[in-house]
């Protein structure tokens, strides 16, 4: 697998160029060169049980030859420590539990394995790397805990202040050492764009080894298409039939890792993009017009984006045409009203508790198959997938449903420990300064 940038298509750099890299100098996004083929695996993979099995196989054939097959399957045992899980809910809806892992978030998947790439990489060529991150919740805390003690890494993670929860913010702000926090005073869009800014600097890319772990980074975009696989090779729970797919989504690298997938090879009907207001691509995929606009708050926050980057490689898997992107994406928005009440319904007709992201999907999935019977079609099956653990919204569940979810202890273990955080405004001078004084 190569990777290349929409801007200078020509220049095609290698899967650890493009890791270390982040953004390209030219300040686009990376994104696959050619079109891996799992085919020739997915007999196989539909076999295996396990997800870190899947794993395994599935890494080995997407990253070959630019990583020899036996190094892909040890990043992948090494990474994948947790699984998803695969929960039906009705005859037409599964959920797709990606909130497993050590902070309880689908992030968790890309996060691990990145960590786990970037180390083993720094140690063969004895150097080190400053990973710039921008989060509008669950990003920050994946990342952080992820590479929390790596060798030769440095992490800064941006986050907006006042706009994360409680407990989002406890866990990339607590735990010190190599993972240092940044309260910027602004919205996700601004700590999004000072990443960008700081990636095009001069001085900074002369004086430092800057690279990210948001999705920017196809590093970490690309173990996010292992949880589809897994899901879409569940033969037995999916009753030999390929499903829609509904993902919550704010960035859209999430919906971008599952388009992956789907053009590599997996057996997908389509896919729903489910946004709260923030619904620029639900307007783009209707409409034709891509027009960002400021990010409104939300009860599902980590969704509150207004310019999603991952748009560029989204609309590249179709070359850039409109048509192909609105037949295979259905777009639907769902405001908070009725994300509370969506949450309210789940639990009192399938006892399940729901963070107001996986709402927001659920409430998606449900229009979508409504839809679709009322003009006498099949709407088939729907995986929803589920992106964070009900307790990280403890108080929106609460609000919903009448009932506090249980908090698993790798969570609450950190509420205890005292907020390392610096404050900072929403300009490229104060970043480049703590960033120049703390490791230039």
């Not at 700081?198 to 292992?226: H, K, M, Y």
């Not at 790798?410 to 104060?430: D, F, N």
Request: net charge neutral.
């Amino acid at each position: 697998m190569r990777f290349a940038s929409r801007r200078h298509p020509a220049r095609v750099v290698s899967f650890e160029e493009a890791v270390f890299t982040g953004l390209a100098e030219d300040g686009g996004l990376y994104h696959p060169v050619g079109h891996p083929d799992l085919a020739p695996v997915l007999p196989r993979l539909q076999a295996r049980e396990a997800f870190p099995e899947v794993a395994e196989e599935a890494c080995a054939q997407l990253l070959a030859p630019d990583v020899p097959p036996e190094r892909s399957r040890d990043l992948a045992r090494r990474a994948f420590f947790f699984s998803p899980v695969l929960r039906r809910l009705d005859e037409r809806i599964l959920l797709l539990e990606l909130f497993h892992g050590p902070t309880c978030a689908f992030k968790d998947f890309g996060a691990q394995f990145l960590a786990a790439a970037m180390e083993t990489l720094l140690s063969e060529a004895d150097r080190r790397v400053q990973v710039l991150v921008a989060t509008s919740g669950d990003t920050g805390s994946a990342v952080a805990r992820a590479f929390h003690g790596r060798s030769n890494i440095d992490v800064v993670i941006l986050y907006p202040s006042g706009r994360v929860s409680t407990l989002q913010e406890q866990q990339l702000t607590t735990l010190g050492g190599n993972v240092h926090a940044l309260e910027v005073r602004g919205s996700f869009d601004d700590c999004q764009r000072l990443v960008k800014e700081a990636f095009q600097d001069p001085t900074l890319r002369r004086r430092l080894r800057l690279t990210s772990a948001n999705s920017i980074n196809v590093g970490r975009l690309l173990p996010q298409c292992l949880y589809y696989v897994f899901a879409g090779t569940r033969r037995g729970e999916l009753r030999d039939e390929a499903p829609e797919i509904c993902v919550p989504s704010g960035n859209f690298g999430n919906l971008t890792a599952g388009v992956y997938a789907w053009r590599w090879g997996l057996p997908v009907r389509g896919f729903i993009a489910a946004t709260n207001v923030n619904d620029v691509v639900p307007v783009y995929l209707r409409s034709g017009r891509f027009d960002p606009r400021p990010s409104q708050r939300t009860l599902s926050n980590a969704m509150d984006v207004g310019n999603p980057s991952n748009f560029e490689r989204l609309t590249e898997v179709f070359k850039g045409e409109w048509e192909g992107v609105a037949a295979m994406i259905e777009g639907r928005s769902v405001n908070d009203e009725r994300t509370l009440a969506t949450m309210r319904d789940a639990h009192a007709a399938y006892r399940v508790l729901l963070d107001p992201h996986t709402a927001v999907g659920y409430a998606a999935a449900r229009d979508h198959i409504e839809a679709v019977t009322r003009v006498g079609g099949n709407p088939g099956q729907v995986i929803v997938l589920s992106t964070a653990h009900p307790s990280k919204f403890s108080e929106i569940v609460e609000r919903a449903t009448g009932v506090v979810p249980e908090m698993p202890d790798r969570l609450a273990q950190c509420l205890s420990i005292p907020k390392q955080s610096r404050p900072t405004g929403p300009s490229l001078g104060e970043l480049s300064e703590f960033l120049l004084e703390t490791f230039g």
